[in-house]
């Protein structure tokens, strides 16, 4: 099937999604758990994460003009690897990794969003947000491409309050703080940017945009590596504000509200709320560009014959059946578990899901066109970073690596099953000439 001929979205709707799914609740909610590993070396942390996804952004961009459907990373890794466990494996680790994801993000727009009410009710507060943002945003997604686009460009306009922060916060930048004396080793600053390294994940989301860009060829690329790019800059701006102006210590100590304790010291009780005004408009836009995207990857899971067959259903023509179970899932997660810890596995998830499309990009190179020396330096990336953070993390909390174990043997046993029990016939979702 080929991609829609339905062009609704240019650009800078595509950035939008690209930075809106990135700036989210990975740098709001777990900045100091980075810091807490790679102390004044932070900065370089998230320049390394960075440097992974901006080589795996080329990736995208190749797979994505060469196979422009919704399918997004399931259908590059159909085409590179041909349809199986293993790819349909891979693709519902895929869906479970945008659930941990979500619940993340609507965890952190409930704690910052109850931090305007009493201490006695923040607690209930927390989870009747946590619930409002994922239902609001899973009737915006409801209605069209135009408005998701549209709505991605009026909330990461908004994220200038994080330009002001870093205008003022640089001004006051104690370099002292971020010599190499105050670095961790080595290792584990490379673990504290891969812990964060779901800041970066969302920008595959515009992969899933493909069929409905205005001039792919030229447009998907360029919205690859300006969202990945401009993201980039901006974490390590933050990170040296932060570090700049708070000692170590002190940020550890609030490390789920990291940003807006460090705004404190030159903008005062302003700052902070700015701050956590924009943590909600982030994390509200990262939820956004998420669903848009998870709706589709279910679709199209499902139309490969991956999943049961009525995930690729359409109501009004939009793939909603997916979009519903996984926002339902996600408010499950959200408001039961702690996702501090989830989150270093949802992390892990889509290293291993970017190592996968990495080397799916070396076997198409011909279709693709791809120098096999990006990718391939890619794919070695990411199982680096993966490899670091797993040691990093049996080091300090083993129990998380069961927790991936889990999500991963989950994924693989769900493809396996419903194959088992179903005999459905898979094939690929956009058919080559």
Not at 194 to 210: K, Q, S
Not at 309 to 324: Q, S, T
Not at 372 to 401: D, E, H, K, Y
């Amino acid at each position: 099937m080929a991609a829609s001929n339905e062009e609704s979205i240019g650009l800078w709707s595509a950035v939008s999604i690209g930075v809106g799914g990135m700036v989210g609740g990975g740098i709001f909610a777990v900045l100091g758990l980075a810091v807490s590993l790679a102390r004044g070396g932070t900065p370089v942390a998230f320049a390394l994460a960075g440097l992974i996804a901006l080589i795996t952004a080329y990736s995208y961009a190749r797979l994505s003009v060469a196979y422009p459907c919704r399918g997004g990373t399931v259908e590059f890794l159909n085409q590179g690897f041909g349809p199986g466990t293993m790819t349909g494996g891979l693709n519902i680790l895929l869906w479970l990794s945008y659930v941990v994801m979500l619940s993340l993000y609507a965890y952190a727009f409930g704690s910052y969003g109850a931090a305007f009410f009493a201490d006695g009710v923040q607690s209930i507060w927390k989870h009747v947000l946590i619930t409002a943002v994922i239902l609001l945003l899973t009737a915006l997604n409801v209605l069209s491409a135009r408005i998701i686009g549209e709505s991605e460009e009026l909330i990461v306009g908004f994220l200038t309050i994080l330009g002001l922060f870093i205008g003022f916060g640089l001004r006051g930048v104690d370099l002292q703080q971020l010599r190499p004396a105050t670095w961790s080793p080595p290792l584990e600053v490379i673990a504290g940017g891969m812990i964060i390294f779901l800041a970066y994940e969302g920008f595959e989301l515009i992969a899933n945009t493909a069929g409905e860009v205005k001039n792919p060829a030229k447009t998907l690329p360029r919205a690859y590596f300006i969202s990945v790019g401009f993201v980039i800059l901006l974490y390590v701006l933050i990170t040296v504000v932060v570090l700049g102006n708070l000692p170590v210590d002190q940020i550890v100590a609030a490390r789920d509200y990291a940003l807006a304790m460090a705004a404190r010291p030159f903008l005062g009780s302003l700052g902070f709320t700015l701050i956590v005004v924009a943590a909600l408009l982030s994390t509200a836009s990262a939820i956004n560009a998420t669903l848009y995207g998870a709706s589709r990857v279910s679709y199209i899971i499902a139309k490969e014959g991956e999943l049961p067959e009525v995930l690729d259903k359409k109501i009004w023509n939009r793939p909603l059946e997916g979009l519903f179970i996984t926002s339902g899932l996600s408010l499950l997660v959200a408001n039961l578990f702690d996702l501090s810890s989830i989150s270093i596995m949802g992390s892990a998830g889509f290293l291993i899901i970017f190592a996968a499309v990495n080397w799916a990009n070396i076997r198409l190179y011909k279709k693709t066109g791809a120098c096999r020396s990006i990718p391939a330096a890619g794919f070695i990336g990411c199982l680096f970073a993966l490899g670091a953070l797993v040691w990093q993390t049996a080091m300090q909390s083993p129990q998380n690596l069961l927790v991936l174990g889990v999500l991963v043997g989950a994924a693989f046993a769900t493809e396996v099953a419903y194959q088992m029990a179903s005999g459905r016939e898979l094939r690929p979702f956009f058919e080559t000439e």
